[in-house]
């Protein structure tokens, strides 16, 4: 991958204010599943209750990015907060195509509600975080349909993958170059990361195959009226445009979910502009305490 591209996939990260070290976690590589990128880390909050989880779900246009992208600040202001904080791997595109990323993040929180009474943690009280895929990602599980299969002969499988509430910064809630062709504008559509993400060769991109996975992987197809609040920030400086994936961060990805959220009376609050990281945390505080 070009150095380009990746800076580009981890544009979101790279918010200076962020850049503050991080506290070793209490659990490091904690296995949850059987690919080698199925590991998380864990930083516990200290209480004497057991306490809400954020789990930050990394980026990196499902190419690129681990765990580590958490950002130091995040973690010792939610720590401060009474806030535990997970981070996990996931397998990228080049591993296996969607569904695999959105179903491995489903499991991770699946495995650490499994383990909720031993590391003191409220499986009520979940929320998820990531910039650009990981928002994405983020957005996807609090929409869609509860991946729990009560039927399963897996304890841990009948498990819940919903989420309180979901930050995401420079998110998309939909992967369907139509809809980012028509909402988006300029070549965001053809952004490189969307062919490898579904497994899809060019030619296939106008069949009904393409068309289902469109729709399965775009979060907003999803959207009901019990979903959870959203905060999504983007810095707007991602404009569409004629390189192939500008625009790919665009905050009209958040004044889109924003409006249909709307419609069904639930909350998106949208921020573009400079980034607050301790607005965010209060969001967290609100949902989730």
């Known amino acids: 991958m070009n150095a380009h591209l990746l800076a580009l996939l981890l544009l979101p990260f790279l ?25 998380l880390d864990l930083w516990k909050a200290k209480a004497e209750t057991p306490t809400p989880l954020v789990v930050f779900i990394h980026g990196g246009g499902f190419r690129a990015g681990s765990k580590e992208a958490v950002s130091g600040g995040l973690v010792k202001k939610c720590l401060e907060s009474g806030i535990s904080v997970a981070a996990i791997n996931y397998r990228l595109s080049q591993h296996a195509p969607f569904p695999a990323a959105m179903h491995d993040s489903g499991r991770a929180l699946q495995h650490l509600r499994s383990k909720a009474k031993e590391w003191n943690l409220d499986p009520d009280r ?106 999504l920030y983007y810095n707007g400086r991602d404009k569409p445009g004629d390189k192939p994936g500008a625009g790919i961060h665009s905050e009209k990805y958040g004044t889109a979910l924003q409006e249909e959220m709307k419609k069904l009376g639930l909350v998106c609050e949208v921020k573009v502009g400079s980034q607050s990281l301790d607005e965010e945390i209060a969001f967290f505080v609100k949902h989730l305490k």
């Open 126 to 231: 979940f929320a998820a975080t990531g910039g650009s895929a990981g928002g994405g990602i983020s957005l996807w599980l609090a929409f869609h349909d509860d991946l729990a299969d009560p039927k399963s002969d897996d304890p841990i499988a009948r498990l819940s993958t919903r989420v309180r509430c979901v930050v995401g910064t420079g998110a998309q809630c939909s992967y369907d170059p139509r809809w980012i062709k028509e909402h988006i504008g300029g070549r965001a559509h053809e952004h490189p990361a969307l062919l490898p993400f579904y497994g899809l060769k060019a030619e296939e991109l106008e069949t009904e195959k393409a068309y289902a996975l469109f729709r399965e992987a775009s979060a907003l197809t999803h959207l009901t009226k019990d979903d959870p609040p959203v905060y």
């Open 15 to 39: 918010q200076a204010d962020r850049k503050q070290e991080k506290p070793a976690p209490d659990l490091r590589n904690e296995k949850y599943g059987p690919h080698e990128r199925n590991v």
